[in-house]
């Protein structure tokens, strides 16, 4: 497995390290995005975090637990960032 490069966004730290892994793009949320998110939550429904942050449950699973998501996923969840803060 081949590390990519640190994506940021906006003023905020580095959020999610890109892994390249046969061609698959995948990423790593950094643990302060993730407490970030976890404090934006309403609830710990599916339906409150497809809607607040565009996710299912099984990927929250995935980045509270700190292991690999699409990289399309770990983008859409720093937009939602930006859009929510």
């Known amino acids: 497995m081949e ?10 730290a580095t959020l999610f390290t890109e892994i390249n892994n046969a061609g698959r ?3 790593v ?5 993730v407490e970030q998110l976890k404090a934006m939550r309403s609830a710990d429904n599916s339906v409150s975090l497809m809607t607040q942050l565009g996710i299912s449950y ?11 998501v699409r990289r399309s996923i ?3 969840i720093a937009a939602q ?3 929510l803060r």
Do not use: I
């Open 25 to 27: 793009c995948f990423a």
């Open 29 to 33: 949320l950094a643990p302060s995005l």
């Open 81 to 83: 960032l930006g859009e």
């Open 3 to 12: 590390m990519g490069r640190a994506e940021s966004y906006g003023d905020y």
């Open 58 to 68: 099984n990927t929250w699973r995935k980045v509270q637990a700190g292991h690999p």
């Open 74 to 76: 770990a983008a859409r």
